[in-house]
Nanobody, 115 residues
Framework: QVQLVESGGGLVQPGRSLRLSCAASGSIFNFNIMGWYRQAPGKERELVASINTLGGTYYGESERGRFSISRDNAKNTMYLHMNSLKPEDTAVYYC?????????WGQGTLVTVSS
C-alpha cells in the first residue's frame, strides 16, 4: 500500500513562486511515475506535469515554462516549482503515483493566488 502526502500550498501573491512537495511512503516500486494534477473551482481535474523514476518529464501546455517538476528518488519525494503564479493557478493540487498498474492519490493541497 502507498500513501502520498502533499505539502507547501497556501496563499501567495500573483507573480510570486511556490514549491509543492509530495512524499510517498509504503511499498514503492523501483520504477514508477509521479504526477501533479490540479482542480480549480468548477473545473475538471487536469494534469499539470509528471515525472518518472528515470527523470523523464511531461508538462501540460498551460504550465510549460512556468512550472518545473522534479523528484528525489532516495526520499521518494516529488516537487513542483511554480513561478510567476497567476490567479488562474488557484486550485487544489493533487499528487498521484502510478506503479504496477495501480494508482494512488494524495489528499491535495490548496494553492490560492491572490493579492
Amino acid at each position: 500500500q502507498v500513501q502520498l502526502v502533499e505539502s507547501g500550498g497556501g496563499l501567495v501573491q500573483p507573480g510570486r513562486s511556490l514549491r509543492l512537495s509530495c512524499a510517498a511512503s509504503g511499498s514503492i516500486f523501483n520504477f514508477n511515475i509521479m504526477g501533479w494534477y490540479r482542480q480549480a473551482p468548477g473545473k475538471e481535474r487536469e494534469l499539470v506535469a509528471s515525472i518518472n523514476t528515470l527523470g523523464g518529464t511531461y508538462y501540460g501546455e498551460s504550465e510549460r515554462g512556468r512550472f518545473s517538476i522534479s523528484r528525489d528518488n532516495a526520499k521518494n519525494t516529488m516537487y513542483l516549482h511554480m513561478n510567476s503564479l497567476k490567479p488562474e493557478d488557484t486550485a487544489v493540487y493533487y499528487c498521484k503515483l502510478w506503479q504496477g498498474g495501480f494508482e494512488t492519490w494524495g489528499q491535495g493541497t490548496l494553492v490560492t493566488v491572490s493579492s
